[in-house]
């Protein structure tokens, strides 16, 4: 069984900072790929940010130069470090990785179960 726990949500205001973090822990043979998502009421759940494990990162066209994704394999753990916060970004955040659970099996895609963050004056 493999768990994600998200941490470091909460309400800022506009131009404020937060980051945030998801550790996986659990029956974890290969932790591949990590990122974030999230989802505003009404709306699908889009991509934010990911990162592949050597490193390699990508960002939605909203997160670039104000997001910044990073991740410590020794400690199974993916960041978020949100700068410039703007109220569009209030959503849940939702983080994924891409985890076999056991050698010769594929990568499946789990969820953590999301941290609130809202950007509000």
């Known amino acids: 069984q493999v768990q994600l726990v998200e941490s470091g949500g909460g309400l800022v205001q506009p131009g404020g900072s937060l980051r945030l973090s998801c550790a996986a822990s659990g029956s974890i043979f290969m932790l591949d790929a990590m990122g974030w998502y999230r989802q505003a009421p009404g709306k699908q759940r889009e991509l934010v940010a990911d990162?592949?494990?050597?490193?390699?990162?990508n960002y939605a066209d909203s997160s670039k130069g104000r997001f910044s994704i990073s991740r410590d394999n020794a400690k199974n753990t993916v960041y978020l470090q949100m700068n410039s916060l703007k109220p569009e970004d209030t959503a849940v955040y939702y983080c994924?990785?891409?985890?076999?659970?056991?050698?010769?099996?594929?990568?499946?895609?789990?969820w953590g179960q999301g941290t609130q963050v809202t950007v509000i004056s």
């Open positions: 994924n990785a891409k985890i076999a659970t056991w050698s010769g099996s594929r990568l499946d895609d789990y």
């Open positions: 990162i592949a494990r050597a490193g390699a990162t």
